[in-house]
């Protein structure tokens, strides 16, 4: 949920108007609309690249994922982790967008540790995978956008951990 449906929601609730500060935070907020979708678009078209240069990263990092036994042994675990970067870079977009990281925590966060704990993935594979993703595309980005995005990589990091 943005910024603004927030305090629109949070100020309906205590049936009152938004506050002067709250009404400086949705003005903040539309003042890094075009950093954010910037940011978003660098990202999204750039995932092939971000992905292929993360799991690269990954693998040399730890080649025991693609070793026989590994998780990512065999092309078809290898496609299913490429899959899961991917859907973790548009997760962290979406967080991006709405300038909160509730997206990422409503529709990639809940249960996320145990479902790779009931798959056998190790989670802090999956953590180090999130930091390699986090490297390839801040080095796609500015400094500024860079350090705006950082958090939300942080943030599935730290919910992983």
Known sequence: MSVVSQLILQADDELRYPSTGELQSINDFFKTGEQRVRIATALSDSERKIVDEASKKLWKKRPDFISPGGNAYGQRERALCL???????????????????????????????????????????????????????????????????????????????
């Not at 802090?124 to 390839?136: D, F, N, Y």
Request: net charge negative; charged share 25%; hydrophobic share 45%.
């Open 83 to 161: 899959r899961d970067y991917g859907w973790y870079l548009r997760l962290i977009t979406y967080g991006i967008l709405a300038g909160d990281k509730e997206p990422i925590e409503s529709i990639g966060l809940i249960g996320v540790r145990e479902m790779y704990n009931s798959l056998g993935v190790p989670v802090p594979g999956m953590v180090e995978a999130i930091r390699c993703l986090k490297e390839a595309s801040l080095a796609l980005l500015n400094q500024e956008d860079a350090k705006e995005a950082a958090p939300y990589f942080d943030y599935i990091a730290q919910a992983m951990s």
